[in-house]
């Protein structure tokens, strides 16, 4: 029998709470598909800093790089300072594993709220870099702490870097309604602008039935609030994503919804999925926390490895959760209990 | 007789229509102040360059320096080469003149439409660096056009810099509702967000009236679609300020009504005062611009030369209008005629 040996991060927060239910649905999609899940979890994140000050070890890289995939609930806690779990797990993660595709895709699903008033039919993909730009840790600082300190952030993109994360938004664009969307700051931003600018462009011509625009990040802004069903496929950097893709939750019902995959489409490494909200320490403990988001990223997390009629059930059933039970106040273990029993009945 | 002598930059596209109609209110604007209007034209822009290849010369900023402020359309035009005119002639006006406070206020006026579904109590002021940040062109290419281009942007941030425009949004909560957000990305962008921190917690006890808060980037979008009345002052970067003042824009009713101040406070060097917008080449020349972010952009020039009584009759007169002509198809002469009026009356 053909196994999926998935690492499990729960994380902190309601990450505890969220990927128990993940679990639970994705046991529940993978039934009658001929594929054995074992899972490993792994201790990671706030508490395991508390005990040990370790973030992510060589051994626990080692460990990982032997699953097939990984899935993270959420890492973060008031009581870590900012940057520690940040730089030290997460985005090591996304690093160590090229995780250069960080895919988060944007749908406004049936019966769910829309900050917008006129919102439209919202379906768009952002593709944000992961390995790259103004994540790479480059920066430094002189004379910290002075009044004449000097910080700087560099950016570093790569013709590489660049071009294999913009083929695969142009092999997603051409599965979809073949518009890809390149957002970027190239009158600012120059050296870098231009360099993404090129690759698209290069690119292009291999793709001729994919429609390509161009958009400044802030001009995005605009389009995001004004007209989100414009687009199909975005592709942009890492720090640009980052920022279009919480707008984009905004909009679509609150980043509660919005599923992540970060993924090295290469194979090299395993890939990682996860929901783009953090840990939320506010309401951690309670039961109360929303586990859509993790459920969809096991969708992702199903689509990477080829189930995709799999996970075609996981998104109907949520679809379906989410129009049936409009502001219900529902525990995280009885939506992911509904939404297990609907992939089940669907298979 | 006191005179205000000012540097008229129309620039391209719209920026041809919309600045006469803010010269029109200005000068109605200043009647009975005892403050006369001295104007100098300068042709900077998309034609200028195309005529001399200059976009701006040391003799032009010599002769700018002279004046007590500048008004500037738009400038940028599609047959211009992406940064020729940002970098080389309205970024250049930016660092020349230090214009670290970039001073964008956002207020959704009565009776104006916006995309949000419940916005509630739109009011706050984005207090953008100006003058740093990924703004400095400090980036580079390696082995530029070929597959292993390395192409670097370099965010540089100085206590200094970040201290005078901190300082600046500190003063201007005093003067309002008391409350500043700091944004940044200090979990990833570790440096720079270490110091803009810092500057803010050393400066905090100095306001101790002032409430202060810290939202990073991302989250930002959430919470501006969300919950925009939350917010009073918010003091960034210059890029995540860029970014922000659009979403800003949009969601106060479009950035046809966002007015900018580029400030020197120090008063070394002329202030800039420029709508948001851009030089919209696609309504340019039809005459149906909306003048109101330049008529609002000279209510911030009137406030920076202490004229506050004629920035507020101003302030009041776009606010009624809006509120009067809701969709209405106004010529932007008709809109401009109809707005010095109403300030010439409140007189
Ligand atoms: C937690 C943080 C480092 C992370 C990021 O900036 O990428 C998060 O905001 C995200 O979008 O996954
Ligand atoms: C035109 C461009 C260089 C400029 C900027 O990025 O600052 C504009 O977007 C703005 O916000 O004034």
Known sequence: ??????????????????????????????EGTGRDLVTTNYNLGASRWHETGETLTDADLASLKCHDA???????????????????LLLKLRFAFEHYVNLRPTTLF????????????VDFVVVREGTEGAYVGAGGALREGGVHEVATEVSINTAHGVERVVRYAFDLA???RKKLTLVHKHNVLVHAGRLWKRIVEEIAPEYSDVEVDYSHIDAMMI?????????DVIVTDNLFGDIITDLAGAISGGIGLAASG?????????????????????IAGKGIANPAAT?????????????????????????????????????????????AKAVREKG
């Open 262 to 282: 970060n993924l090295n489409p290469s194979g090299e490494f395993p890939s990682m999925f996860e929901p783009v909200h953090g840990s939320a320490p506010d």
């Open 110 to 121: 049936p019966h769910v709220d829309s900050p917008l008033a006129n919102p439209g039919a």
């Open 223 to 231: 389009y995001l609030v004004q007209d989100p069903s414009r687009f």
């Open 70 to 88: 990984l899935l993270l609930g959420a890492v973060g806690d008031p009581s870590v300072p900012s940057g520690v779990l940040e730089r030290g």
């Open 174 to 176: 051409r599965k979809r």
């Open 295 to 339: 459920i969809l990223s096991v969708a992702l997390l199903l689509e990477s490895i080829g189930e995709d009629d799999a996970a075609r059930r996981v998104r109907e059933a949520v679809t379906e959760d989410l129009a049936n039970n409009p502001d219900s106040a529902r525990s995280c273990a009885e939506i992911g209990d509904v939404i």
């Open 1 to 30: 029998m053909n196994t999926l040996d998935l690492a499990v991060i729960p994380g902190d927060g309601i990450g505890q709470e969220v990927v128990p239910e993940g679990l639970k649905v994705l046991r529940a999609a993978l």
